[in-house]
């Protein structure tokens, strides 16, 4: 099984800085295999990139992503009030050869306003 | 436009069984596999199961194998997740989603409570 985990568990920063969120494979995995999501609270999952860099539709280009193998990062360029939720990466392993599971989360990054 | 809208969520004792539905529209179940996916209050999300476009794969999480079965029916477009000898810790807010690189469509969500 595919682990992925995610840092820092909590970001406090203030509109208009930039935010930096790590996930980290327990092995190598595919660049478009992985995933980044947003939750606001009482929300479900916004997809936000898909193939480890690509920008889903409508996603503001502050937004970006980046990495290979088993460090992968998300970069929020300037805050803004909006940005600040949690965020999830994901493993998407639903394409042969399908990964068992085929699909696995990050425990998320809150980001916090400070 | 694609749409997933769940259903048949509650409250129910441990030990106990329910179904979730969920209806897709904007697209055809029969094209594209569906996901469960589960958040506990607080909590990260958790995947749960999968079926795929045809129906002839299944996937399930460790923590419901054996318990919960997914199936479809194609002339509803629609998804449904049997859960059987519930516990506590299955309480969550149950997500359907479509399967496709990723997961851009989910529904809204429907709240399992399993509580004595």
């Known amino acids: 099984e595919i682990v992925l985990t995610q840092s820092p568990g909590t970001l406090s920063l203030s509109p208009g800085e930039r935010a930096s969120l790590s996930c980290r494979a327990s092995q190598s995995i595919a660049r478009h295999n992985l995933v980044w999501y947003q939750q606001r609270p009482g929300q479900s999952p916004r997809l936000l990139i898909y193939?480890?860099?690509t920008r889903a539709t409508g996603v503001p280009d502050r937004f970006s992503g980046s990495g290979s193998g088993t460090d992968f990062t998300l970069i929020i360029s300037r805050l803004e009030p909006e940005d600040f939720a949690v965020y999830f990466c994901q493993h998407h392993g639903t394409s042969p050869p399908i990964t068992s599971p085929p699909i696995t989360f990050g425990q998320g990054t809150r980001l916090d306003i400070k | 436009q694609v749409q997933l809208v769940e259903s048949g969520g509650g409250v129910v004792q441990p030990g106990r069984s329910l179904r979730l539905s969920c209806v897709a529209s904007?697209?055809?179940?029969?094209?594209?596999?569906v996901h469960w996916v589960r958040q506990a209050p607080g909590k990260g999300l958790e995947w749960v199961a999968m079926?795929?476009?045809?129906?002839?794969?299944?996937f399930y999480a460790d923590s419901v194998k054996g318990r919960f079965t997914v199936s479809k029916d194609d002339s509803k477009n629609t998804v449904y997740l049997q859960m059987n000898s519930l516990r506590v810790e299955d309480t969550a807010m149950y997500y359907c989603?479509?399967?496709?690189?990723?997961?851009?469509?989910w529904g809204q969500g429907t709240q399992v409570t399993v509580s004595s």
């Open positions: 079926i795929y476009f045809d129906g002839s794969s299944k």
């Open positions: 193939g480890a860099s």
């Open positions: 989603a479509k399967d496709e690189d990723s997961l851009e469509y």
């Open positions: 904007g697209f055809s179940i029969t094209t594209y596999g």
